[in-house]
């Protein structure tokens, strides 16, 4: 969730944007989603690890620490989970009606007030199918959150990895099964929740 | 005051124009692809000119040898844009005062009084989209004139509205416009909405103005009066209210030396009033007629008779404060032998005359 405004201001400059390294931006946004997520959760180990540069430099100025903690498993899930967040956005973003913008500044909108006014209002379902899609992906996040912060039961353990640790103990089957229950309840209940309001926003905005 | 030097180059395309616009109406009129559309882009600062300057009441909106290209949000320049461009998320409550919150500052017309000339008050809390054509119009009209605009431009805001909403929507925007004392460019390809509403004119051809001047003269110098619309040809004049009658529901105007009485009790004595004469609703006599029911004889001399091809010829008569035309057959403007120094009568039902 954390991740949404990034996830915004990424997207404009990408749908927006004109600027030299829009290329390279837009490749390095979408690493996560064609990288092994056992690559992603390496690099992230190396990178924001305690002895990592960002990790350590984190660490010495604000206490933060990823490495094996909750925190860790958030930044893992966030950074998965965003360039699904950032495509959906950016597609809204470019269905926007320029002519739209356009009005609003003869009406005397400055540029922020015209993004807040106009555009998001206006490219809110998009926004929100991204959030719901990069939430279904954080929830079933596996591969670098275990890479990068392991499996510790009560800080980084993540329903995936909670499952599969079950289904790896023997007898641990009716535990398991109640996990999947739950997380077929929750994507479940995400996509519908997501679903209802965009068909709301969508019967608001429609002209 | 708007004074506008600019060109602009795209592709094929090149805009090259130098005018000054007033307060009070100026219509700009040409074919699609004339360069109406890019000089209001230019003007309202959505487009960029390649050369030259836009200054409004003194304040330089763009200037290229200055380097100053003030961004649109600072002109204050108000757009009624064709396809009113409402925020489809707002309410019309939330559209109209749109630029009124972000302009707390400059004089705006009262809310209520917005509203209410244009008749949306009881769409205030309805959102665009279950808006008519015609009602979407005047709502963006509203939001124009709402946000405290120093000039305002229309570019074409009826041309994609049926005859019907047009007629429902231009009394509305007669009755603005001359409430409004803002320099105002009003775009459109209809030259009978241009005679209506304004009183300058500005004639586009090839991203070039042809001609510019009041607007019947220039009508006149650039012919644009075509084969087309000759039924609806015809000449807008200025008038005095002089007097009413009350028993019969006519008013009496001094056009000139002569009165012309129109239908229905409007305005009242010393108001101004535009009158408008079409070509084919005035005949020409040389006698004054006895005994007939038409109201409206006013003596003139001809000053020109015009032959074109086919059984029309356009006569003008000038009745001392106007010049009329009359769209006769030509075998009549041989018959009474018209030539121009002739003294005629020219003869208007009543019924027949308009406000404009």
Same mark, same amino acid.
């Given at each position: 969730m954390a991740s949404l405004p990034f996830a915004v201001l990424v997207a404009l400059a990408l749908a927006r944007g004109r600027f030299p390294g829009k290329a390279l931006l837009d490749g390095l946004v979408h690493l996560p989603l064609v990288l092994p997520p056992v690559v992603t959760g390496y690099l992230l180990l190396i990178g924001?690890?305690?002895?990592?540069p960002i990790g350590e430099a984190l660490e010495a100025c604000c206490g933060v620490v990823f490495s094996f903690r909750w925190t860790g498993a958030a930044l893992a899930a966030g950074i998965m989970g965003f360039p699904l967040m950032v495509r959906a956005i950016r597609l809204s973003l470019e269905a926007v009606d320029r002519r739209l913008e356009d009005a609003a500044a003869t009406l005397g909108a400055s540029r922020t007030g015209v993004l807040f006014a106009v555009t998001l209002p206006l490219a809110l379902p998009g926004v929100l199918a991204g959030a719901v899609l990069a939430f279904a992906k954080a929830l079933g996040e596996f591969g670098a959150t275990i890479t990068f912060?392991?499996?510790?039961?009560?800080?980084?353990?993540t329903l995936p990895a909670a499952i599969y640790t079950l289904t790896q103990t023997p007898g641990g089957d009716a535990a398991a099964g109640k996990l999947v229950l739950i997380a077929i309840a929750l994507s479940l209940a995400a996509l519908i929740a997501s679903e209802l309001l965009a068909r709301r926003l969508a019967s608001r905005i429609a002209g | 005051m708007l004074d506008v030097e600019i060109s602009r180059r795209a592709g094929a395309f090149s805009l090259d124009v130098a005018f000054a616009a007033p307060a009070g109406v100026t219509a700009v009129v040409g074919r699609s692809g004339a360069g109406k559309s890019t000089l209001v882009a230019a003007v309202a600062g959505l487009a960029r000119p390649d050369e030259g300057h836009i200054d409004l009441d003194g304040t330089v909106l763009f200037d290229s040898g200055a380097g100053v290209n003030l961004p649109v949000r600072k002109r204050r320049i108000g757009v009624v844009f064709q396809e009113s461009?409402?925020?489809?998320?707002?309410s019309v409550r939330s559209n109209l005062l749109f630029g009124r919150r972000r302009r707390r500052d400059a004089a705006a017309p009262a809310f209520d009084q917005v509203v209410e000339t244009l008749g949306v008050g009881h769409l205030?809390?309805?959102?665009?989209? !279950?808006?008519s054509g015609g009602e979407r119009q005047r709502v963006a009209i509203g939001r124009a004139l709402l946000s405290g605009p120093r000039a305002l431009l229309f570019d074409?805001?009826? +041309? +994609?509205?049926?005859a019907e909403r047009k007629a429902e929507i231009l009394p509305f925007l007669e009755a603005l416009i001359q409430e409004v004392s803002l320099p105002v460019l009003y775009v459109t390809h209809a030259l009978e909405e241009a005679r209506r509403l304004a009183r300058g004119l500005i004639v586009l051809e090839g991203g070039r103005i042809v001609a510019a001047g009041a607007i019947e003269e220039t009508i006149a110098a650039a012919g644009l009066a075509s084969a087309g619309d000759r039924l609806l040809d015809g000449v807008t004049v200025e008038a005095t209210i002089a007097e009413r009658d009350e028993r019969y529901g006519l008013t009496g105007l001094a056009l000139g030396g002569h009165r012309v009485w129109v239908p229905g009790l409007i305005g009242a004595p010393g108001d101004p009033a535009r009158l408008r004469f079409l070509a084919r609703d005035v005949a020409i006599a040389l006698d004054p007629p006895q005994?007939? !029911?038409?109201?409206n004889v006013l003596s003139g001399v001809v000053r020109g008779v015009k032959r074109g091809d086919g059984p029309y010829a356009s006569v003008s008569v000038d009745v001392g404060g106007a010049v009329l035309r009359a769209e006769i057959t030509r075998r009549a403007a041989a018959e009474l032998d018209l030539a121009p120094g002739r003294v005629v009568y020219a003869l208007v039902k009543s019924v027949a005359v308009s406000r404009a």
């Open positions: 924001f690890g305690r002895r990592g912060v392991s499996n510790i039961p009560g800080e980084t353990r | 461009r409402l925020f489809p998320h707002l205030l809390s309805r959102r665009p989209r !279950s808006l074409e805001p009826l +041309a +994609a509205l049926d005994r007939s !029911s038409v109201r």
